[in-house]
């Protein structure tokens, strides 16, 4: 494979799953870890990602707010607006963070009455003009990489928490290993979000489907509601069908 076509796929995977280790993208190419190392080097100098320790971030899902930058943008506001019609007023909702997410605030109407609690600091800022909404921010440790608040105070802040419904994104999802993350920290915040909330809901864009990283959130049948960019009775998604409710 050409630098130039290996490269391409390096931004289309980052691109959909946010964030690429070295270690995966050396195996998917079968090259050396160096070269990939090299690739992020060049494309990171270029401004077309973010380098990381052991990989790379999209540009667009760490700065949400330069519009121009989010990947897929129009599929991830046709998800938010999904994920709106299942909010009724007065429901305690929980979320995570991520630019679907910031879509999904963007939109909520000025006669939205709920309390929501949040672990993402760049969703809290992104709704505090709404005057109904009863706004928390679950604070502990900012994970740089994915820009929410983590550890074991964020776990037990989540633990007195009672949610009606709760949202977050993933990284992947699979009919055979659910809900998968290459984040540790990350997957414990996850883990303890579905534990407080009666109903959860994970938002993904159809790009995502069928993919699987290295560490588990849940099985499939912890999860309420998968809410992605296509029509519920869409071919792709068939059997998901039989495990979850789509919207």
């Known amino acids: ?110 006669n939205m009455s709920c309390t929501l609690f949040t672990v993402s600091p760049l969703l809290a800022l992104e709704l505090t003009e709404h005057s109904n909404l009863d706004v928390h921010l679950i604070g502990g440790q900012l994970a740089k990489n994915s820009q929410i608040c983590v550890g074991a105070q964020v776990i037990n802040q989540l633990s007195d928490i009672k949610a009606d419904l ?34 959860t809901a994970v938002m993904s864009i159809a790009e995502k489907m069928n993919s699987i990283h290295k560490m588990k959130v849940c099985n499939l049948n912890a999860i309420n509601y998968v809410i992605t960019d296509l029509e519920p009775k869409h071919p792709q998604l068939s059997q998901y069908a039989k495990a979850v409710t789509l919207i």
Not at 38 to 44: F, P, Q, T, V
Not at 174 to 195: H, R
């Open 1 to 110: 494979m050409l630098k130039d076509e290996r490269q391409a796929y390096i931004i289309k995977q980052i691109n959909i799953h946010n964030k690429v280790l070295s270690a995966d993208l050396s195996r998917q190419l079968d090259v050396s870890e160096d070269t990939i190392r090299r690739d992020l080097n060049e494309m990171a100098e270029t401004g077309k990602i973010l380098k990381v320790y052991g990989g790379a971030i999209s540009k667009s899902f760490h700065y949400p707010f330069q519009q121009n930058e989010v990947y897929a943008r129009d599929a991830k506001k046709e998800i938010a607006r999904k994920a709106l019609k299942l909010i009724q007023n007065g429901m305690v909702i929980l979320t995570g963070g991520g630019t679907t997410m910031i879509e999904m605030a963007r939109m909520v109407p000025e």
């Open 166 to 199: 709760c949202f977050m994104g993933t990284n992947g999802i699979s009919l055979q290993d659910g809900i998968t993350d290459s984040d540790w920290e990350v997957i414990q915040i996850k883990k303890a979000m579905i534990n407080c909330a009666e109903k």
